[in-house]
């Protein structure tokens, strides 16, 4: 979900509300400012991101709020919260919905929008995968690990009759 869905007025409607989706509050949309602040130093969404400028006129929700059982990952330098997850565990506790408070638009197609010589791009990819992994699922949850498959140790019989 990226900033204009947390808008009261044009705000995604049905399911989306109903079953608690969302990882952050909505409200209006507005100016946020400051570079990225890390609230999860060296966590997944935010790998390979080493800058995060809104520009001059990038939107966010300024009143923007984690839902119940979301997490914080980065803020904008101004305090707002710029990155979140949730994982809807009601809907299906594999799913994870990543929130991105800026406007996804960049300098590169209208000025300013987050300036595009920073790292939305790769911020708004990490999201994607992020909240495509179900490995992902869970706050708390670290890579899956793997055990080696015990061999059976009788092999199957028939009856003859």
Known sequence: EATFIFNLNIDLEGRWQTDGYSALTHGGNTGCSGALVPDIV??????????FDGGTGGYC????????????????????????????S??????????????????ALQVGSWDASTDGDQLMANALLYGTDSSTAS?????PTTSPTAAPTASPTTSSP
């Open 90 to 107: 009601a809907v299906s506790p594999s799913m994870v919905v990543v929130a991105l408070n800026f406007y996804p638009i960049s300098t």
């Open 42 to 51: 060296g966590h997944p969404l935010l790998d390979g991101v080493a800058s």
């Open 61 to 88: 929700n300024p009143t923007a709020a984690l839902v119940a059982g979301a997490t914080g990952v980065a803020s904008w330098g101004s305090g707002q919260l710029l990155v979140a997850f949730h994982t809807p």
């Open 139 to 143: 706050p708390t949850t670290s890579s």
